[in-house]
């Protein structure tokens, strides 16, 4: 059983809304920790399938002296209200009575952990250009050399997947600036590592026969269960706060190998093999944010209001069909390769 402390910092004005709040019966325990002449600082231990509700709870009483950019920004004095996440290593005694009671059926990461820890993945800072320069190096070397476990250590180290994941979780949450930070984020990252990858391709001789290059430029229907599954995997990781799952998923569904054999392959002046890792690299990234949108779909991961609901369902159902649609152009083109392909050994 897993816990979550909830500090909640209010003006005593409110003291009616924090009365009802603290009445909440999935709260296990609660303290006083600080009061002075206008403020008091509340902590709350509840289980962590509980978190959600309890936040929901204080944003609905609350939520209107808190603006609607709360999240993320820096700590304002002015504040009314400020509640803090915290997560909770152990806790003694243990309780067997109360660990057995599921008052939600909720599990994972609430909302605002999420998005806490998806967001800053789309921050484009010298940190994120630096891997990913590093990670291309690395990538095209092990590629170019067929060793496969110098490109496996370019696919953990490379942080491509997690703007895709934030892309996810933008439409799920309706939330336009993450989305738009998000595609940004991954454009740039993309132009990098392909950027590269054509320098590597221009100047250093390329090795065809090399497996670990070649093999980025041949996809089939396997590669799309393959994204999928491992994609849905490491969404629901990530949705339940397992995320040591998602350095395996950066292992089956790499971003960052595909898109440096576009280059490489680019820079050699084989386009026939540029364009077959160009649908490799498709498939991984339509794959990863289809399923990404249906675990969190699954999960109940939504915006708290009525309104926000309505208008993140519009948008989560619009690019699951656009998802949808694209994963299935790409199979027609996977399946016209695959008839190229046989024309041309018979």
């Given at each position: 059983?897993?816990?979550?402390t909830?500090?909640?910092?209010?003006?005593?004005?409110?003291?009616?809304?924090?009365?009802?709040?603290l009445?909440?019966?999935?709260?296990?325990?609660?303290?006083?920790?600080?009061?002075?002449?206008?403020r008091?600082?509340?902590?709350?231990?509840?289980?962590?399938?509980?978190t959600?509700?309890?936040?929901?709870?204080?944003?609905?009483?609350?939520g209107?002296?808190?603006?609607?950019?709360?999240?993320?920004?820096?700590?304002?004095?002015?504040?009314?209200?400020?509640?803090?996440?915290?997560?909770?290593?152990?806790?003694?005694?243990?309780?067997?009575?109360?660990?057995?009671?599921?008052?939600?059926n909720?599990?994972?990461?609430?909302?605002?952990?999420?998005?806490?820890?998806?967001?800053?993945?789309?921050?484009?800072?010298?940190?994120?250009?630096?891997?990913?320069?590093?990670s291309?190096?690395v990538?095209?070397?092990?590629?170019?050399?067929n060793?496969?476990?110098?490109?496996?250590?370019?696919?953990?180290?490379?942080?491509?997947?997690?703007?895709?994941?934030?892309?996810?979780?933008?439409?799920?949450?309706?939330d336009?600036?993450?989305?738009?930070?998000?595609?940004?984020?991954?454009?740039?990252?993309?132009?990098?590592?392909?950027?590269?990858g054509?320098?590597?391709?221009?100047?250093?001789?390329t090795d065809?026969?090399?497996?670990?290059?070649?093999?980025?430029t041949?996809?089939?229907?396997?590669?799309?269960?393959?994204?999928i599954?491992?994609?849905?995997?490491?969404?629901?990781?990530l949705?339940?706060?397992?995320?040591?799952?998602?350095?395996g998923?950066?292992?089956?569904?790499?971003?960052?190998p595909?898109a440096?054999?576009?280059?490489?392959?680019?820079g050699?002046?084989?386009?026939?093999?540029?364009?077959?890792?160009?649908?490799?690299?498709?498939?991984?990234?339509?794959c990863?944010?289809?399923?990404?949108?249906?675990?969190?779909?699954?999960?109940?991961i939504?915006?708290?209001?009525?309104?926000?609901?309505?208008?993140?369902?519009?948008?989560?159902?619009?690019?699951?069909?656009?998802w949808?649609?694209?994963?299935?152009?790409?199979a027609?083109?996977i399946?016209?390769?695959?008839?190229?392909?046989?024309?041309?050994e018979?």
């Amino acid at each position: 059983m897993s816990y979550r402390t909830i500090q909640l910092h209010a003006n005593k004005k409110h003291q009616k809304q924090i009365t009802e709040v603290l009445n909440d019966p999935v709260i296990i325990d609660q303290w006083l920790l600080f009061e002075n002449n206008d403020r008091v600082y509340h902590e709350l231990l509840v289980r962590a399938s509980d978190t959600q509700k309890m936040m929901d709870k204080i944003q609905t009483f609350m939520g209107a002296e808190v603006p609607a950019n709360t999240i993320g920004i820096e700590m304002d004095s002015k504040l009314d209200v400020r509640v803090i996440v915290g997560d909770v290593m152990a806790v003694w005694p243990r309780n067997e009575q109360e660990e057995k009671k599921r008052t939600s059926n909720f599990t994972g990461l609430s909302r605002e952990e999420l998005y806490e820890d998806v967001s800053r993945s789309t921050e484009m800072t010298s940190t994120y250009f630096l891997l990913v320069i590093l990670s291309t190096i690395v990538a095209a070397i092990g590629m170019i050399s067929n060793d496969t476990a110098v490109v496996v250590g370019a696919m953990v180290i490379a942080p491509l997947l997690g703007p895709n994941l934030a892309l996810a979780l933008s439409t799920a949450l309706g939330d336009i600036d993450l989305m738009l930070k998000s595609v940004y984020t991954n454009l740039a990252g993309l132009g990098i590592v392909i950027a590269l990858g054509y320098l590597v391709g221009h100047v250093l001789p390329t090795d065809f026969s090399s497996d670990a290059l070649m093999r980025r430029t041949n996809v089939n229907y396997e590669s799309i269960i393959l994204a999928i599954s491992a994609g849905a995997a490491g969404v629901l990781s990530l949705a339940t706060g397992v995320s040591s799952v998602l350095v395996g998923v950066m292992v089956a569904v790499a971003l960052l190998p595909p898109a440096t054999a576009v280059g490489i392959m680019l820079g050699a002046g084989q386009y026939t093999l540029a364009g077959g890792a160009a649908i490799l690299l498709s498939v991984n990234i339509v794959c990863i944010n289809l399923s990404a949108k249906v675990v969190f779909l699954i999960k109940g991961i939504r915006p708290r209001t009525w309104y926000e609901q309505k208008q993140a369902k519009k948008t989560m159902w619009f690019y699951l069909a656009l998802w949808t649609l694209t994963l299935g152009g790409l199979a027609i083109l996977i399946h016209y390769a695959q008839d190229m392909d046989a024309f041309k050994e018979n």
